[in-house]
């Protein structure tokens, strides 16, 4: 569902409303230093005015709690909380606005979405349902120059109190609920620059390619549910994390390409996307899945989830434009994202 400004490209994402998913996935504002945004295409430009036409006296509607993971799509409270979550959608079209128009107008919706759920929102320590509020982490150098000490003091306060109750959950699978979790702790870490959070995520995430990565490219994702898009959904975030760490400290990049002693990597398994990204190889999703959730998506009807179904190349594009930031061959040339229109303006 959404993320983070200038980068669309290479840097990261969220999609979980229904108001322009396609802006959702954002990245810290540092990774947009180098784009000029005179370079922006215009066609970019005028969809963003335009979706931001739609929504930009609308007011944030926050939860005190989200009801999303392990429920199936069209479980009323998974719908009611999909319809709030609309407001992170909402906080990246501001965001991207805000980055390429500088107007004052999107910085303080942004500040009052942040607000908002910051002083709503009871964090779990759930990484699939909290992952969804990364507008808010990555909107938060924008605004934090613009706000009363005491707005600082609440947002960072919950921020902190979103990181500990992620590494508080004992209960996260070696699976993409690490990599979200790993994104969450490390990204507020950065933005607050708390080292031990820092170390904490990079900790993890080489416990993460040490032992749910494998040398053939696939994961454990791969290996639990039979579906490629777990594995990239499980990416994703890794290199949201990965992005920002760059931009921060320079060890993004390194820790992009280094191999386990069995050789598995970060970019390893972004090569094993690469042939169904490029529609040259075909993926069956589910047809192996091991997991209960699975089987019950397919005997719901819900279609995406039926065994055989072949994967959506076009779903990876964002994954491969975030991968793109470390190396031009995950580029994908007839991708058309926003995300994807920005990558080649960002050095």
Sequence with gaps: ?????????????????????DFGTLLHPKALKSLDSREVPESFRNELQTALAEIGEDEPDP????????????????????????????????????????????????????LAWAEMFQPTGNPINENKLLPIVYAYPFVKPHMERRQQQTMEEWLREMARAEIGNERVPLNNWETKRINLVGSIGLLLEDDKLVSRAEEKAAYYVE????????????????????????????????????????????FFYRETADGASVAR???????????????????NSKVKLDQERAAAGLEKYQPGVAYDPEKAYETMALAA???????MDQCELPLCQISDLLD
């Design 63 to 114: 939860l005190l709690e989200i009801h999303y993971e392990g429920l199936l799509d069209n479980n009323h409270l998974r719908v009611e909380t999909v319809h709030h979550l609309e407001d992170m959608d909402k906080l990246a079209l501001f965001y991207w606005h805000h980055a390429f128009f500088g107007d004052d107008h999107s910085l303080q919706k942004m500040m009052d979405f942040s």
């Design 211 to 254: 032992h749910a990565l494998f040398a053939d490219g696939s994961s454990a994702d791969i290996r639990q549910r039979d579906a490629l898009s777990y594995h990239v959904s499980g990416l994703k975030p890794l290199l949201q994390f990965l992005i920002t760490l760059e931009q921060e400290a320079g060890r993004g990049k390194d």
């Design 269 to 287: 398994s972004l090569d094993y996307v690469l042939p169904y990204a490029k529609r040259e190889k075909i993926y069956r999703q589910w047809e």
């Design 325 to 331: 930031y470390f190396d031009d061959k995950y580029r």
């Design 1 to 21: 569902m959404m993320l983070i400004s200038t980068v669309l490209q290479a840097l990261i994402i969220l999609q979980v409303g229904a108001i322009y998913p």
